[in-house]
């Protein structure tokens, strides 16, 4: 017997915002990172220029799909000096422990320990 299941979804939303933060570019993801959100993402790494420090703050970010991971990947190509940051929340951390993009990336939980001292 099979059983009609109808998955109804909210669309997802993000937000991006690019600040200076001592001597880092912060680009600040708020939302859903996932495949209808994540060229957004990626046209604000695209935005920056490759010689500054960048910091992405996924630490308000509430989803991160493999898309989200890989546009992270495609903006530590261009940016040599890309961090990111998880925050305290697990999700995040996970999928791109799941993805082994950490062996890739440099991952710091807080902004505190991605932001280089200006």
């Known amino acids: 017997m099979t059983t009609p299941f109808t998955a109804h979804s909210a669309p997802a939303?993000?937000?991006?915002?690019?600040?200076?933060?001592?001597?880092?570019?912060?680009i600040a993801p708020v939302g859903d990172v996932d495949a209808a959100t994540a060229p957004a993402l990626e046209a604000a790494a695209a935005a920056v220029d490759p010689s500054e420090a960048v910091v992405i703050d996924l630490s308000q970010v509430g989803f991160l799909s493999c898309a989200g991971v890989r546009a992270l990947l495609a903006a530590s190509e261009r940016l040599p000096s890309l961090t990111v940051v998880t925050g305290p929340a697990r999700t995040v951390r996970r999928c791109i422990e799941m993805a082994?993009?950490?062996?890739?990336?440099?991952?710091?939980?807080?902004?505190?320990?991605?932001v280089p001292v200006a």
């Open 100 to 114: 082994d993009a950490g062996s890739v990336l440099r991952v710091r939980e807080t902004l505190v320990d991605a």
């Open 13 to 26: 939303h993000l937000t991006v915002t690019t600040d200076r933060r001592g001597a880092a570019v912060v």
